[in-house]
């Protein structure tokens, strides 16, 4: 676990939240997983970090975003729509 947190940039404990999230039984970051569940926890990273980044932008009043993923476009397109408000 301590090496997929450096490899994804996170803290052990922000990983052991993903890791939680997701049903993966890691008690602490000397923990061991298997190569499917580190795969399941980079894909759920990459997911917050794409939501993040796309938050932010939309933020400073960026209206898009390029993916180059069809598991993207839904995260891009929650955080470019516009809100009830914006629309009235």
Do not use: W
Request: charged share 25%; glycine share 10%.
């Amino acid at each position: 676990m301590h090496e997929l947190a450096k490899e994804l940039g996170l803290t052990s404990k922000e990983l052991l939240g993903l890791a939680t999230a997701l049903g993966i039984g890691a008690s602490s970051p000397s923990a061991s997983i298997e190569d499917a569940q580190a795969d399941r926890i980079r894909r759920r990273a990459d997911a917050e970090g794409l939501r993040r980044a796309c938050e932010a932008s939309a933020a400073e009043g960026f209206t898009g975003s390029v993916a180059i993923h069809p598991d993207q476009v839904d995260i891009i397109n929650a955080a470019y729509m516009p809100g009830e408000a914006a629309v009235a």
